[in-house]
C-alpha cells in the first residue's frame, strides 16, 4: 500500500507547484495590445485583466504560439475572437484557435469566402455553438472598461444581401466585390487610449469611413493591408493623427510589403513605425492614461 | 540446431535484401491508394505527409488526418511525389480513430502551446501540430525521441501499468494486464508501423525479462526483428524501427543495473528512471547521428527531463481519458502536469 502514497504525495505535490506557478502567470491591470508576429498576415491580441480579445488570426498555427505567450496557461477561453474578413492571412489560424480555445462571441461578416479552409472554420463555428454577430457600425462590446466600437463595414454595405435572420450567420452571401472592402475596421479603447484596427482597408473606402466621422485623434494604428500601397492614405493619417504605427507584415513576403511611399508617409509625419518582421510580437501596455512599447 | 534457426533467418533477410526492389521507378507517374497512417505536418498553405515512402505535399484544404484513405495521383521523384493530385479521400470513421482525435482535442482545450502538444507527442506520439520553434529546440538538444512513436513510449505504459497493477494484483495477471494495455495504447496511438513493431518488441522484451528469463529477451527481440526485416526489407533504414530495436536491447542490457545504481530513489521513480535511463543510452547516438546535431550536453538534458517523462505520460493519459467522461475533471488533471511540462520545457530552451 506505500506505493498509493507516493501517487498521492506526487499529486499533492504538482497541484502545489502548480497553484504556484498558476499565481505566478496572473494578468496584470493593464491593457496589453499585442501585434503578434505571425508572419504575412494579421493577428492582434488585446488582453485586459484575464479578458482576451482576438482580432484576426494569421495564416496558420503561429498565432496559438502568440496566445500561449500572452494568457495565463489554465486560461483557454478568449471573450471575443474578431474576423475582419474572410482572407486566409485573416482566417487560417482562427481554424486552430477554434479547436484549441472556446471562445465566447464570434463577430464576422456574412460575406462569404469560397474556400476551403473557410468551409472548415464555418463548420468548426457551427460546431462549437459560439454566438456570433454580424457587425456593422452601430455594433459595439464591452468588457470592463474596455470598449471595442465598429466603424465599418457601414450597416448598408453589410445589409447588402444580408441574410435577415435576426441572429448571426457566417457566408450568408457572396460578393464580387474585393473582400478587403468587407474588413471590419474598429476602435479599441482603455481610457484616454485609443487604437485604431483597420483590417486590410484601401483608399477606394477611407474616405467614406471617415465621412461617418467616427474616427478622430488616436494612439495606435494598425497600418490597414499589411502595409500595401492599397491601404493606408495621407488622409486617414491625418484625421487619426496617431503616435505609434504597427504593420503586421512577413519576412521577405511576395508582395513586397510594406510599400516605400507607406513608409515615407509614416517617417515624414514623425509617427512611430514598428514592424512584426523586423521585431517579433510588437507589445504595447497602457493603464488607460500613458502607455509604453514593451521591448 | 540451435543455431541452424539464426542462420536460416539470417541468410533469408540476406537474400530479401539482395532482392528487394523498391516499388516506383524514377518519373514513373502513379496512383497511391492507400490510408494515411502518420499524421500530417501542417505548414502555412500546405500540408506533408508519407504514403508507401514517398514525401507527399498537398495544399492546406481539404485537410487530410490520420485515418483517412486517399487516393493521389503524382510523379515520382527521388522519394518524393511531385504534382500530386488529391483525386479521393475517405475519412477515417473507425473507433479507435475518434477516440484518438478526442484525446488529442482534450489535450489542446485544456493546455497552451507548446504543453499540449508536448504532451500529445509523449501520450500518443503525435507531433504534427507541435510549433516548429519547439520541435527544433528538442532536436538540437537531443531529446526528439521522446515524442517520437518508439519502443521508449511502450515501455513507459507498461511500466507504468505493471508498476500500477502489481498494487492490486499478483504479479503474472499484472503482467498480462499490461500487455493488454501495451496493445490498446498502440491501437490508440495509431496502428502504423512504428509503434507496432515497438509493441512487438517491448512486449516480448519486456515480458520475458519480468519473468526473468533475460536469455529469452534477447532471442525474443532478435527473432522478432529479423521476422519483421524480412516482411518489410525497407524498415532497416527507417529510423523508427531502429529506435525501436535499440531502445528495447538497451533497457534489457542497462537496466538491471540501473535500478541498482539508483537503488536510493523510491521504488516507482527508480523504475521509471531506470527505464527511461536506459532506452536513452541505446537511442541517443543514433539521435544524435540522424538529426545531424551533435548536442555534448545531450546526455545530461535527458537525465535531467527524464523522471518527468512518467509522470507526464500517465498523469496526460488519465486525464485525457477522464475528460472523455468528466470534461472539467479531465482539465484540472491535465493542468497538474504544467509543473512537469514548463521544467522539460524550461530545460529544453535553455539548451536550446
Request: with cysteine; glycine share 8%.
Amino acid at each position: 500500500m506505500k506505493s498509493i502514497w507516493k501517487y498521492i504525495f506526487g499529486i499533492i505535490g504538482l497541484s502545489f507547484l502548480a497553484l504556484v506557478l498558476a499565481g505566478s502567470s496572473a494578468s496584470d491591470d493593464k491593457l496589453h495590445l499585442i501585434s503578434c508576429d505571425v508572419g504575412q498576415g494579421d493577428a492582434i491580441l488585446a488582453v485586459y485583466k484575464g479578458n482576451q480579445i482576438l482580432i484576426d488570426g494569421g495564416p496558420d498555427r503561429r498565432v496559438l504560439d502568440c496566445l500561449a505567450k500572452y494568457m495565463p496557461f489554465w486560461d483557454k477561453k478568449i471573450e471575443l475572437v474578431i474576423l475582419t474578413h474572410p482572407q486566409d492571412d485573416h482566417y487560417g489560424g482562427l481554424v486552430e484557435v477554434f479547436r484549441s480555445y472556446e471562445v465566447g462571441t464570434f463577430v464576422a461578416n456574412q460575406v462569404d469566402s469560397s474556400t476551403a479552409g473557410y468551409r472548415v472554420l464555418k463548420n468548426l463555428v457551427e460546431a462549437s455553438g459560439v454566438r456570433v454577430v454580424n457587425p456593422t457600425d452601430n455594433t459595439s462590446f464591452r468588457l470592463g472598461l474596455l470598449y471595442l466600437d465598429i466603424v465599418h463595414p457601414s450597416s448598408a454595405l453589410a445589409d447588402d444581401n444580408k441574410a435577415k435572420t435576426g441572429k448571426g450567420v457566417l457566408g450568408a452571401f457572396t460578393s464580387s466585390r474585393d473582400l478587403n472592402d468587407y474588413s471590419v475596421v474598429a476602435i479599441l479603447s482603455l481610457g484616454e487610449f485609443n487604437a485604431l484596427l483597420t483590417g486590410d482597408i484601401g483608399p477606394n473606402l477611407i474616405p467614406e469611413i471617415l465621412a461617418r466621422g467616427e474616427i478622430d485623434d488616436v494612439e495606435y494604428i494598425k497600418v490597414p493591408h499589411h502595409g500595401s500601397k492599397n491601404g493606408l492614405t495621407q488622409e486617414l493619417l491625418e484625421r487619426s493623427k496617431p503616435e505609434v504605427a504597427v504593420i503586421s507584415v512577413g519576412r521577405n513576403n511576395r508582395y513586397g510589403h510594406p510599400h516605400e511611399e507607406v513608409l515615407k508617409m509614416l517617417s515624414d509625419e514623425n509617427i512611430k513605425t514598428l514592424r512584426t518582421d523586423e521585431l517579433g510580437d510588437v507589445e504595447i501596455e497602457t493603464d488607460g492614461d500613458t502607455y509604453s512599447i514593451k521591448q | 540446431m540451435k543455431y541452424f534457426i539464426w542462420f536460416f533467418l539470417i541468410l533469408v533477410l540476406t537474400l530479401r535484401l539482395i532482392t528487394y526492389n523498391p516499388k516506383f521507378s524514377e518519373g514513373q507517374k502513379v496512383r497511391i491508394s492507400d490510408t494515411v497512417s502518420s499524421e500530417p505536418i501542417k505548414y502555412s498553405y500546405y500540408q506533408g505527409f508519407n504514403l508507401q515512402g514517398l514525401k507527399i505535399y498537398l495544399p492546406s484544404y481539404p485537410e487530410v488526418s490520420y485515418g483517412d484513405f486517399v487516393i493521389i495521383e503524382g510523379v515520382v521523384e527521388g522519394r518524393e511525389l511531385k504534382n500530386p493530385l488529391l483525386i479521393e479521400k475517405k475519412e477515417g470513421r473507425g473507433v479507435l480513430y475518434k477516440l484518438r482525435e478526442k484525446l488529442l482535442g482534450n489535450l489542446r482545450k485544456a493546455l497552451p502551446e507548446p504543453h499540449s502538444s508536448l504532451l500529445a507527442g509523449v501520450t500518443l506520439g503525435i507531433k504534427s501540430g507541435m510549433p516548429s520553434y519547439f520541435w527544433e529546440a528538442l532536436k538540437s538538444t537531443g531529446t526528439a525521441h521522446v515524442v517520437v512513436a518508439s519502443g521508449m513510449n511502450v515501455t513507459l505504459v507498461a511500466s507504468f501499468l505493471i508498476g500500477l497493477l502489481t498494487i492490486f494484483l499478483p504479479r503474472g495477471k499484472a503482467i498480462v494486464m499490461a500487455i493488454f494495455g501495451v496493445w490498446f495504447y498502440a491501437l490508440i496511438s495509431g496502428f502504423d508501423a512504428p509503434i507496432i513493431r515497438a509493441a512487438i518488441m517491448g512486449s516480448i522484451a519486456f515480458v520475458a525479462q519480468k519473468v526473468g528469463r533475460l536469455n529469452y529477451a534477447w532471442r525474443g527481440l532478435g527473432i522478432s526483428a529479423l521476422l519483421m526485416l524480412i516482411v518489410k526489407p525497407n524498415w532497416i533504414t527507417d529510423l523508427g524501427f531502429i529506435l525501436s530495436f535499440l531502445a528495447t536491447a538497451s533497457i534489457l542490457a542497462f537496466e538491471p543495473k540501473l535500478e541498482k545504481t539508483f537503488s536510493f530513489l523510491p521504488k516507482v521513480i527508480k523504475e521509471n528512471f531506470a527505464t527511461s535511463l536506459a532506452a536513452q543510452v541505446g537511442v541517443a547516438p543514433v539521435i544524435f547521428l540522424t538529426f545531424g546535431q551533435f548536442n555534448i550536453l545531450s546526455p545530461l538534458i535527458n537525465t535531467a527531463i527524464a523522471p518527468t517523462i512518467a509522470p507526464m505520460t500517465m498523469i496526460a493519459g488519465v486525464g485525457s481519458l477522464v475528460g472523455l467522461l468528466i470534461p472539467d475533471l479531465g482539465k484540472i488533471l491535465l493542468l497538474l502536469t504544467i509543473p512537469l511540462t514548463s521544467y522539460f520545457i524550461g530545460v529544453v530552451k535553455l539548451f536550446a
